[in-house]
Every structure is written in structure tokens, then in C-alpha cells.
């Protein structure tokens, strides 16, 4: 259309301005958008879950693992007699101790502090990486964990996990804000790591590990002076500390040394086996973390029951996805590099100091929550290569199918523990342990009740039985044993003969089982003999050996026996040669020998006072009923029974099955 002033002239239309083309995102940036929007949300909604899902597996009742019960008795001893919780870390007993001197033994009010104390981890821990990670590992991870059962386990336990959980979170946070995204460090930032990473060693021995991996950050950042001045204010803490333990309460034991003096030994309730070497670390280390990776972690996540076997395939596939997650840490985000450091240092030390005997998924139960976000961030950074991009799929599948199998496995255990909970309210506090321990339990209240105070009462879980029962009993958590060297001087101090007989030859002699019984009197003691292939853990095959002192009065019945074609050897020097005969056609096999004489046995009662024993059959395997028992009170009796029978008497039974007995030491 012309224009009416100049005709001959096209109206020139104006021209719109081209928009930007915005790039199309992925799926992973799509997802990431949603959540970040819905950050504020993911929050609530996960807390809120963890707060709803902790109070339906509330549980009332101490653990059949003692160390819960343990934690309160020394917070017992702080609240009224003010005598310093040596043992493990200290921090713990001193917060639940105003508790106890306020309201007393009363679990319910205790454990509720765990329940705060995870909360609160949650809690710091969402903050510590939320707009530091991708939005849908924060999210979807936190989602996950914090409806996972076995997580939420602790928020009713009184251990010290849910605790270190919280300071654990506290060091991330503090690391990420202050010393990653903060370029300008002062002293109080490093009072604040400091002080942390000392309150993290005095609830957990294991917390000073946490420093090595601040100082292994550190270092490969080449931030020496963060590295330096980060150590120097965690030892001022630990000086301080030790300064004020021996002026108030006049203890120079350091806190590590009792249980590092065990974790130093081959097996922990055996010290004449020896120290571990080299090679035997390193062994624990490949042992261990088949245990609990392939076990233990992923029944934490879900995919494995919680009775189960180590699969080193599963271990080898745990390990590559995490360092997977940190070869891309370490290219693309600091926060999940410090993250990544801090796991290898913990569980590493974990593997390597820890025996495989305690096998145990409380003691990687801490890391659970880092180590969720860490191997998901591996599995999300996979699928932005470009290679992988196509199938990105893959990970939202991957969270959806965690969800799944936690929240299933978590309204299973609601279900189950619906019942347990109304009865324990009701006052049936034993409702819902197995028979074994309703029967320990039970005992333990008869014994408190019926043995006058100014006696000791031993038994395996003294813990346990004096949250139920508010008496001391005594710990029998080992059958002392001795050196082969103390049999062997004892013998040579003999004024008489003494002669060895192997076990197994009364076996099938039931024509002198009473001549059995009769020389009993004349034990010195049982030597048994350890064989251990090389590279094997523990021992494989043992063979018990009868040590008797010949007096003038036993040589009648030992003529018979000798009669009756038993065979026996004369001293101690031949046995060994005719041992070292055998095991020289055997070269890839070890011999250890333990000694245990039935008069120390008895005479460590007698000096500690205990009068009266509980025997219980405890199981071994807490989740099923088998052949197997926590069998020590039985083994320490055993040995006493067979050479003094008419010093133990049977006073009281408990139960039809899986029975407890209270035994009078006369």
C-alpha cells in the first residue's frame, strides 16, 4: 500500500527482532530445573518423612548389642559420681548425663535425643550441598535416605552414630562455605574446623581420621597454610582437653589407647595370637571390605537382605562406581571432591584397623548418607558425556528403583513394629526381642531381685542388664586364657610327673568315662591347638589337649588307663616335636596354642566377687534361631564344672525354649 504523501513509495513494514533460540535441554537439565524449583519442598518433604518414619520405627528397648546400653552406664556413672567416660569417646555420655540426672534411666526421654541428633544431620547435611551438587542428586538422594530404614534405625538407639552423623554433616557445611567458597579465611574458621574435627574424635575414636582427609584436601589443592593452620587447632583442642582431664578428674589415658591396643591384636578376645602384622592389615583391609561393601552397604541401600554372604564382585563394582564419582569430582566440583576424600580416609581406616570378627552394619552406618550422594553423583556425571547422553534415562530409573526398595523395605518394618511399639508403651518392654533375650532379660531382673546386693552376679550382657534392672552386674565377655609358656613353666615347677592327653580319645572309651570323671581333679589345664591355613582369616581346625599333674593318689587310676591302652604323652617338649613332625608335612599351615586352666577361672570369680552366674542361650545370628549361641559363660563354666562339679549349683531356670539359667559358684 502506497503511502498518500509519497505515492509512488512502499510503506516499509517494520521488521520484528529475531529472538534469541534458546538450546534445548536434556533430560538431566530438565530434571535439574524441576528440582530447582521445588528445592524448598524436597526439603520439608524429606525431613518430614524422616521425622513421621523415625516415630513409626520408634523403638523402646535397648539393642541386643549391648553397646547402646553401655553408652547410658557410663552416663550414669558422669551424672552421679562424676567419674570420666574413658571408654570410646567421651562426648556422648556427657550429653545424655543431664537426662539421666533429671529423669533418670528412662529410655524413652534418652533415646528421643538421637531422634533430634538425626534430624539435625539432615538437616545440615541438605543445606551443606544444597546449590553446590546438580538439584536432582540433592533431591533425589535426600529423598531416599530419608525414608531408609536401616538409616532411621539410629534415631531411636541411644549409640553415638546419629550423633557423629550431625557432626559429620557440620564438617561438610563448614568446609564448603568457609573454606571453598570463602576466600578469605580468618582464625575463626579455623577455630571452627578445628573444634569439629575434636568433637568428632571425643564421640568417635574414628572421628580423628576426619583430619587426615581435611589435610589430604587440603594438600592437593596445594592450600599448605589451610592444611597447617587446620591441624594446629585441632591438636590445641586435644591439649586442651587432656589438660583439663588431668586436672579434674586426674586421667592421663589417652582416649584411643584402650581401643587401639585391642584393634593392634590378631583377634580381640585373644591376645596370646599375637599382634597383627603387615601383610594381616592389609589382609583385614581386602577382608573387610567385602564385608562391608557388598554386604552391609547394600543392604543399607536396599538390595541385599540383612542375612547375607560377601560377594567380591559386588565389592569390585562399589569400587569402581566410586572412583568413578571421584575422577569426576575431582574434574568438575570441589564439594564432591572433598566428599570423596572424606569417605576414602574413614572407611579406608575403617577396613584397615577394624578385626573381621565384629562383621557389623552399625560401623559403617554413619556413612551411609555421603556415600548415598557420592555414587549417585558418579552415575549422574556418567550420563552427561556425550557418549551417554542418549541414555540419561537411566538415572532418574536408577532413583526411582533406590526409592522403591527402601520405602518397601521401610512400611515392612513400620508394619512389623506397629505391634512391638503399642505393647512396649503398654509396659511389655521385652515384646518383640526374640525368646533367647526375653529370657536373659527376665533372668536378669529375677537375679537382681532374689541375690542379696553384697554379691556380684556375672553375666555376657552386663549393659543390658543393668538399663533393666538399675544393678551393676559383672562383665564375663571372655574366658581368660594364657600363654603356652605359663603351661609350660607351671609343669616345670610340678614336684610330680604330669601327663598330656588328647580329647578325642574318651570318645568312644565308654567303658572309662567314670575314670574320666575321677581324674579330673588332677587338671592343670586344657591346651588346644590352632591350625590356620596360610592367607585364611581364622583357624580352621583345633585339636584339645588334657594337661594332668600325676599325684600319689591319682597314679592307681592312670595305671588303669594306661591299662586300657589310652595313649598320653610325658611331657610338653615331646607334644611339640610331635606336632612340628606333623606340621612338617603340612608347610602351608600355622599352629597357635591358647591355654586355659579351670583354678584361674574359678579364682577370678572368687576375686571379683561373683558369686552367681546368668547362662544364657543367646543367639549368635540375632535374626534366626540356629545351633550357633554367644557360648562364652557356657565355655568359662564349662572348664571350672569339669574338674570342681560340686562348685556350681543351679539356683533359678527361665524359659521352655532358648532357656536362662542362674548358676551359685559354691
Known amino acids: 500500500m502506497a503511502s498518500k504523501k509519497y505515492p509512488n513509495k512502499k510503506r516499509v513494514q517494520p521488521t520484528k527482532k529475531k529472538q534469541a533460540i534458546k538450546p534445548k535441554l536434556n533430560l538431566l537439565e530438565n530434571l535439574d530445573l524441576f528440582f530447582e524449583k521445588k528445592t524448598t519442598l524436597v526439603f520439608w518433604l524429606g525431613l518430614g518423612i524422616a521425622l513421621l518414619f523415625s516415630l513409626l520405627l520408634f523403638d ?27 571408654y570410646q569417646g567421651p562426648l556422648y555420655p556427657f550429653l545424655l548425663s543431664p537426662i539421666i540426672a533429671l529423669f533418670g534411666l528412662k529410655l524413652g526421654i534418652l533415646k528421643l535425643s538421637s531422634l533430634i541428633f538425626m534430624l539435625l544431620a539432615l538437616f545440615v547435611f541438605y543445606y551443606a550441598f544444597r546449590k553446590r551438587v546438580a538439584p536432582s542428586i540433592l533431591a533425589l538422594s535426600f529423598i531416599i535416605m530419608s525414608g531408609n530404614a536401616y538409616l532411621l534405625y539410629y534415631s531411636s538407639q541411644t549409640y553415638s552414630e546419629a550423633l557423629f552423623m550431625l557432626l559429620q554433616s557440620l564438617l561438610l557445611l563448614v568446609v564448603f562455605k568457609n573454606f571453598i567458597d570463602n576466600e578469605k579465611i ?31 584436601y587440603f594438600s592437593i589443592n596445594k592450600q599448605w597454610k589451610n592444611a597447617a593452620f587446620s591441624s594446629v587447632s585441632f591438636v590445641g583442642f586435644i591439649g586442651l582437653w587432656e589438660i583439663i582431664k588431668r586436672i579434674v578428674w586426674s586421667t592421663s589415658e589417652l582416649q584411643m589407647s584402650s581401643q587401639a591396643s585391642t584393634l593392634f591384636l590378631k583377634h580381640p578376645y585373644d591376645p596370646t595370637q599375637g599382634k597383627e602384622d603387615l601383610v594381616g592389615f592389609f589382609m583385614r583391609f581386602i577382608e573387610n571390605s567385602n564385608i562391608y561393601l557388598s554386604k552391609h552397604l547394600l543392604t543399607f541401600f ?5 542375612i547375607t554372604q560377601t560377594m567380591p564382585i559386588l565389592t569390585i563394582i562399589v569400587y569402581s562406581f566410586f572412583f568413578l564419582a571421584l575422577y569426576f569430582a575431582f574434574k568438575q566440583n570441589k564439594y564432591l ?17 577394624l578385626q573381621t570378627i565384629w562383621d557389623g552394619r552399625r560401623l559403617i552406618s554413619p556413612y551411609y548418607i555421603p556415600s548415598l550422594l557420592f555414587l549417585f553423583s558418579g552415575i549422574y556425571y556418567l550420563f552427561t558425556l556425550k557418549k551417554t ?44 526381642l526374640s525368646p533367647d533375650w526375653q529370657n536373659y532379660i527376665k533372668m536378669s531382673k529375677w537375679a537382681a531381685e532374689n541375690v542379696t546386693v553384697d554379691v556380684k552376679i556375672g553375666a555376657r550382657k552386663p549393659s543390658i542388664s543393668f538399663v533393666n534392672t538399675g544393678r551393676r552386674f559383672h562383665g564375663m565377655y571372655k574366658v581368660p586364657v594364657l600363654h603356652l609358656d605359663s603351661l609350660i613353666k607351671k609343669c616345670s615347677q610340678l614336684r610330680t610327673e604330669y601327663i598330656i592327653i588328647e580329647t578325642n580319645q574318651w570318645e568312644n572309651k565308654s567303658n ?14 586344657y591346651l588346644t591347638e590352632f591350625w590356620k591355613p596360610d592367607g585364611a582369616s581364622s583357624a580352621q581346625k583345633s585339636v584339645v589337649f588334657e594337661v594332668y599333674e600325676i599325684t600319689e593318689k591319682a597314679k592307681p587310676i592312670f595305671e588303669i588307663l594306661e591299662n586300657s591302652k589310652l595313649v598320653y604323652i610325658k611331657n610338653i617338649d615331646d ?22 586352666a579351670p583354678d584361674d577361672l574359678l579364682q577370678n570369680l572368687y576375686d571379683n566377687n561373683v558369686r552367681y552366674v546368668i547362662m544364657a542361650n543367646l543367639r549368635k545370628y540375632e535374626q534366626q534361631k540356629s545351633e550357633y549361641t554367644i557360648n562364652t559363660v557356657r565355655r568359662y563354666l564349662f572348664y571350672i564344672q569339669r574338674k570342681y562339679p560340686f562348685k556350681i549349683r543351679q539356683v533359678h531356670k527361665i524359659g521352655k525354649d532358648e532357656e536362662a539359667y542362674l548358676f551359685e559358684i559354691l
Open 512 to 525: 572309662l568315662q567314670n575314670y574320666y570323671l575321677q581324674i579330673q581333679k588332677y587338671n592343670i589345664g
Open 302 to 306: 536396599g538390595f541385599r537382605p540383612e
Open 337 to 353: 571432591l572433598f566428599t570423596g576424600f572424606y569417605l576414602l580416609f574413614m572407611l579406608g581406616a575403617t577396613f584397615f584397623a
Open 60 to 86: 523402646l528397648k535397648v539393642s541386643v548389642g549391648g553397646d547402646d546400653a553401655a553408652y547410658l552406664i557410663r552416663a550414669s556413672d558422669f551424672a552421679t559420681d562424676f567419674i570420666y567416660p574413658a
Open 575 to 596: 607334644l611339640l616335636k610331635q606336632r612340628k613332625q606333623l606340621k612338617e608335612k603340612m608347610p602351608d599351615w600355622t599352629i597357635n596354642y591358647i591355654v586355659t
Open 389 to 432: 547422553k542418549l541414555y540419561s534415562l537411566v538415572f532418574p530409573v536408577i532413583a526411582l528403583i533406590f526409592i522403591f526398595v527402601s520405602y518397601k523395605i521401610s512400611l515392612e518394618k513400620i508394619d512389623k513394629n506397629s505391634i512391638n511399639l503399642r505393647q512396649n508403651f503398654k509396659g511389655n518392654t521385652t515384646y518383640g
Open 186 to 216: 580468618s582464625w575463626k574458621d579455623f577455630t571452627l574446623i578445628g573444634l569439629i574435627l575434636f568433637l568428632m574424635t571425643i564421640t568417635k575414636n574414628i572421628g580423628f581420621i576426619a583430619l587426615l582427609a581435611v589435610i589430604a
